[in-house]
């Protein structure tokens, strides 16, 4: 089983800030199967990219993902509001796991 | 797309407790499921996953033999049964869509969650 390793735990950023958040796997990861979710308090998580840099529908292009084998990324363009919250990595196919999450809150 | 989590509540320690998920809006017949659960202030934890008709089913180690994913296509509808529950089990349960009809993921869909709680 794959284990995914997110950091920072928590990011403090201000908005129109751009954010970095990172996903470190335990192995290398095949076809590049790694997704992106956010989970703001008291919601389910929405997925935001999946493939490790495909946009899912409707996610904004400030989203970005990449990253190959072992080391993904999720940036944030220019940080509004809306975009506080969780953010979880999954690695999907073989195997279906979740890193820890990374809280990103406002500075 | 809606999926609605229903069966969640209060169980004590070594009894069962079956949860719901309603879905409309889409082809439910032609996905394949997933639950996961998510401990309070904790990570995401996938459990179960069941193919679009239900033939291949898989679960985490820790809930295999305990729970038990099926699902109703007739009546879109996925379940989640709970056996010997634990304490540790108290958690928000989470269905949740895969992108493709055989469960591999990534989960494009997800319900608003169902707090299950196991308490004496």
């Known amino acids: 089983e794959i284990v995914l390793t997110q950091s920072p735990g928590t990011l403090s950023l201000s908005p129109g800030e751009r954010a970095t958040l990172s996903c470190r796997a335990s192995?290398?990861?095949?076809?590049?199967?790694l997704a992106w979710y956010q989970q703001k308090p008291g919601q389910a998580p929405r997925l935001l990219i999946y493939g490790a840099s495909f946009r899912a529908t409707g996610i904004p292009d400030r989203f970005s993902g990449s990253g190959s084998g072992t080391d993904f990324t999720l940036t944030i363009g220019r940080l509004e509001p809306e975009d506080f919250a969780v953010y979880h990595c999954?690695?999907?196919?073989?195997?279906?796991?979740f890193g820890q999450g990374t809280r990103l809150e406002i500075q | 797309v809606q999926l609605v989590e229903s069966g969640g509540g209060v169980a004590q320690p070594g009894t069962s407790l079956t949860l719901s998920c309603a879905a409309s809006g889409f082809t439910f017949r032609s996905f394949a499921f997933h639950w996961v659960r998510q401990a309070p202030g904790k990570g995401l934890e996938w459990l179960a996953v069941i193919s679009y008709d239900g033939g291949e089913k898989n679960y985490r180690d820790s809930v295999r033999g305990r729970f038990t994913i099926s699902r109703d296509n007739s009546e879109n509808t996925l379940y989640l049964q709970m056996n010997t529950l634990r304490p540790e089990d108290t958690a928000m349960y989470f269905c949740a869509r895969d992108f493709r009809a055989y469960g591999v993921g990534p989960f494009d869909y997800w319900g608003q969650g169902i707090l299950v709680t196991v308490s004496s």
């Open positions: 999954q690695h999907y196919g073989t195997s279906l796991t």
């Open positions: 192995q290398s990861v095949s076809s590049n199967f």
